[in-house]
Structure formats: structure tokens, C-alpha cells
T-cell receptor
Framework: DTGVSQNPRHKITKRGQNVTFRCDPISEHNRLYWYRQTLGQGPEFLTY??????LEKSRLLSDRFSAERPKGSFSTLEIQRTEQGDSAMYLC???WGQGDSEKLFFGSGTQLSVL | KNEVEQSPQNLTAQEGEFITINCSYS?????LHWLQQHPGGGIVSLFMLSSGKKKHGRLIATINIQEKHSSLHITASHPRDSAVYICAVYGYGGSQGNLIFGKGTKLSVKP
């Protein structure tokens, strides 16, 4: 499978617990993005990496959220002290190319349910 | 008011019909994506546009920068085209990754 891979597909956790999601982008893609999507809404930007550098974080990303991409390959998104409002689909995407030739590929997402 | 508005929200068509989905945005943009999301979450990028028109198979995307409007057309629609179609824009001053998404148009094509 050469697509963007996300694990786990589903995560159920109790409020207050920490969770970590993993994203494996397409191997030659240097840009990696995290988005969050709730039911009936379009995705919302969380953060963006170019190689290992985290270039932008959304104001949505509170101090309970942290993302890393230590070697410029896979990335992890950790949520500490989860709250019920964190329940959402967390999407990862990777891309290559510039301008009109940019190709953006999404993973299937991790569905988080906080009880 | 959302910065990216799509219409219609839901669309049902008969197989073979010509379909148009519209996207209007209120911010200055550098580029616009049309995305397709199937049940189960998988999102596929269909087009990225900064001007003019692009065609890929039965799909055509157009953008009018002055009018802040883009359309996605599907010719000879087929049940496998059933999905949610999402318009997303890169605003001026926004980062490479800070796409602003519309809420999507849910398309159902009946055989």
C-alpha cells in the first residue's frame, strides 16, 4: 500500500486519558498535515510539517495537543487529558509538488471517541 | 458566515445526468482544491486550481478569481460518483497547509 496510512482507525478512550495517533505519509512527500473533522463539517487545519519542521499550528491546537515528525517521515499527534470535545475524526495528509501541480493525499483518518 | 460556501448541500441525480457543484469564497485566495470524500473517510484530491479550467476524465473544474467562485462539473454521472465533494481554499497569507474547507456537497447518483 503506497497511500497515507493512519493508525489506529478507531480509538475509544475515557476523559482524562492521553492518546497518540500515528501517520505514515507517502514516502517521497516532504509536507505533512493534520486536520480534524467533526460530523457534518469540513476538515479543520491543525498543524503542518515540512520535513521535520513544524511550520504552523492552528489556534485550535491547545497546549494539550502536540505533534511531532522526528525524522521527517512518520508523524504522531498526541492529545493529553482528553475531553469529550476532542471526539472527532483526525485526518493526516501528505503532499508533493508546487502550485497547481501540488498533489494532496489523505489518510483514512483516526476516529476518536472520548467517553 | 463561513468563508467557503458550497451549494447545494445535498444533490440527488439520475445516472447519466450532468452535475454542477458550486463553491463561493469570501477571502482572497492563492489556490483552490476540489476533494472527494467517500463513506468511511477517505479523501482524494481531484483538482488544484489557481486559474482557468482543468479537466480529468468526466470531471471538469473551473475557477473565476474575480467573482470568487469555482464550479465542479461531472458529465455522464455514474453511481460510483456518489460521495461528498469538498471545496477548500488556501487564503492569501495562509500557510501551505492552512486550507479553509467548505462543508461539502453530498452527491447521490441513482442507477
Amino acid at each position: 500500500d503506497t497511500g497515507v496510512s493512519q493508525n489506529p482507525r478507531h480509538k475509544i478512550t475515557k476523559r482524562g486519558q492521553n492518546v497518540t495517533f500515528r501517520c505514515d505519509p507517502i514516502s517521497e512527500h516532504n509536507r505533512l498535515y493534520w486536520y480534524r473533522q467533526t460530523l457534518g463539517q469540513g476538515p479543520e487545519f491543525l498543524t503542518y510539517f515540512q520535513n521535520e519542521a513544524q511550520l504552523e499550528k492552528s489556534r485550535l491546537l491547545s497546549d494539550r495537543f502536540s505533534a511531532e515528525r522526528p525524522k521527517g517521515s512518520f508523524s504522531t499527534l498526541e492529545i493529553q487529558r482528553t475531553e469529550q470535545g476532542d471526539s472527532a475524526m483526525y485526518l493526516c495528509a501528505s503532499s508533493w509538488g508546487q502550485g497547481d501541480s501540488e498533489k494532496l493525499f489523505f489518510g483514512s483518518g483516526t476516529q476518536l471517541s472520548v467517553l | 458566515k463561513n468563508e467557503v460556501e458550497q451549494s447545494p448541500q445535498n444533490l440527488t441525480a439520475q445516472e447519466g445526468e450532468f452535475i454542477t457543484i458550486n463553491c463561493s469564497y469570501s477571502v482572497g485566495i492563492s489556490a483552490l482544491h476540489w476533494l472527494q470524500q467517500h463513506p468511511g473517510g477517505g479523501i482524494v484530491s481531484l483538482f488544484m486550481l489557481s486559474s482557468g479550467k482543468k479537466k480529468h476524465g468526466r470531471l471538469i473544474a473551473t475557477i473565476n478569481i474575480q467573482e470568487k467562485h469555482s464550479s465542479l462539473h461531472i458529465t455522464a454521472s455514474h453511481p460510483r460518483d456518489s460521495a461528498v465533494y469538498i471545496c477548500a481554499v488556501y487564503g492569501y497569507g495562509g500557510s501551505q497547509g492552512n486550507l479553509i474547507f467548505g462543508k461539502g456537497t453530498k452527491l447521490s447518483v441513482k442507477p
